[in-house]
Antibody, heavy 121, light 108 residues
Framework: EVQLVESGGGLVQPGRSLRLSCAAS????????MHWVRQAPGKGLEWVSG????????VYADSVRGRFTISRDNAKNSLYLQMNGLTAEDTAFYFC??????????????WGQGTLVTVSS | SYVLTQPNSVSVAPGKTASITCGGN??????VHWYQQKPGQAPVLVIY???ARPSGIPERISGSNSGNTATLTISRVDAGDEADYYC???????????FGGGTKLTVL
């Protein structure tokens, strides 16, 4: 069974940084692209970033490019999101999602339960 | 960037059929995927590549895509289908995943 468990969320002041982690199990992690998707409380889904199986291709939403960095450690079956220069507009639940294959263009098909990031002074 | 448009809400009586649309410029040329999200839960993929169902998704949930509109259809609706539904496509011109704004399905 695919399991994705996010961690690292919390309350952070504007302008500060936070690093999210996603622990994956139940599948061969290094065979699949991974994604981060966020959802502001009471709002819709917003794709944030994706990374191919070997980190060869990384893509970002315009809203986070230059501030957020996605990475993965296949030896540890883990996905990360380094978030710098946080603003109130980054307040959201952040979901880790597994792609259907190695490329980022393949649909995310399993999601974690999410971790809440709140940016506030 | 590519824009997907969904109705904010759809209401349907139990046992009837609900149709949720997702509009986009020539969306019929893209592959459309649909997620169901219940309150407090993560999204669940219910339709991918326009009309394919993941294992465990009932046959009464179906999808179609043509022209400028993709449609998610849920037949014999029951209270358990109450949820938010999101369509999604890959925009190859920007290398972005794009979501529709979501539709809240209410079972009367």
């Amino acid at each position: 069974e695919v399991q994705l468990v996010e961690s690292g969320g919390g309350l952070v002041q504007p302008g500060r940084s936070l690093r999210l982690s996603c622990a994956a199990s139940g599948f061969t992690f290094d065979d699949f692209a991974m994604h981060w998707v966020r959802q502001a409380p009471g709002k819709g889904l917003e794709w944030v970033s994706g990374i191919t199986w070997n980190s060869g291709t990384i893509v970002y939403a315009d809203s986070v490019r230059g501030r957020f960095t996605i990475s993965r450690d296949n030896a540890k079956n883990s996905l990360y999101l380094q978030m710098n220069g946080l603003t109130a507009e980054d307040t959201a639940f952040y979901f880790c999602a597994k792609g259907r294959g190695r490329q980022v263009a393949l649909i995310p098909d399993h999601w974690g339960q999410g971790t809440l990031v709140t940016v506030s002074s | 960037s590519y824009v997907l448009t969904q109705p904010n809400s759809v209401s349907v009586a139990p046992g009837k059929t609900a149709s949720i649309t997702c509009g986009g410029n020539n969306i019929g040329s893209k592959s459309v995927h649909w997620y169901q999200q219940k309150p407090g839960q993560a999204p669940v993929l219910v339709i991918y590549y326009d009309s394919a169902r993941p294992s465990g998704i009932p046959e009464r949930i179906s999808g179609s895509n043509s022209g400028n509109t993709a449609t998610l259809t849920i037949s014999r609706v029951d209270a358990g289908d109450e949820a938010d539904y999101y369509c999604q496509v890959w925009d190859s011109s920007s290398d972005h995943w794009v979501f529709g704004g979501g539709t809240k399905l209410t079972v009367l």
